[in-house]
């Protein structure tokens, strides 16, 4: 079963937060996964966390061993500490869910 997160972000900077796309994109690659939907929003009609959230996403993996290998690799750390951290202020993870298939996510 692959493993599917709907994510929440506050983006403040916006080339930043896109080099750091463009820089973790081929590693999540070699582990299989991958963005399903991405989207930039104005406005949160309802929330259960004071965080703001202007972007919203799905990120998804074969496995949860591979999420976690992902989100622990040294390489992808580097560019998250480079990038990430000076352009995304608030992280709110809205879901976290098994999924049938993964082969259809593009990045």
Do not use: W
């Not at 079963?1 to 972000?9: K, N, P, T, W, Y």
């Not at 973790?24 to 582990?31: E, G, H, N, V, W």
């Not at 000076?86 to 990045?107: H, N, P, R």
Request: with cysteine.
């Amino acid at each position: 079963m692959g493993i599917e997160m709907l994510v929440g972000l506050h983006v403040i900077d916006d080339g930043t937060y896109q080099v750091y796309r463009n820089e973790m994109t081929p590693i999540l690659k070699r582990y299989g996964g991958g963005f399903g939907y991405d989207f930039k929003i104005a406005d949160v009609l309802k929330s259960k966390t004071p965080a703001p959230i202007n972007r919203v996403f799905t990120i998804s993996f074969p496995n949860a061993a591979t999420k976690n290998a992902f989100f622990s690799n040294e390489e992808y750390l580097k560019v998250r500490q480079r990038h990430f951290e000076k352009s995304v202020t608030d992280t709110t993870m809205l879901a976290t869910y098994e999924c049938e298939e993964t082969s259809s996510i593009s990045t």
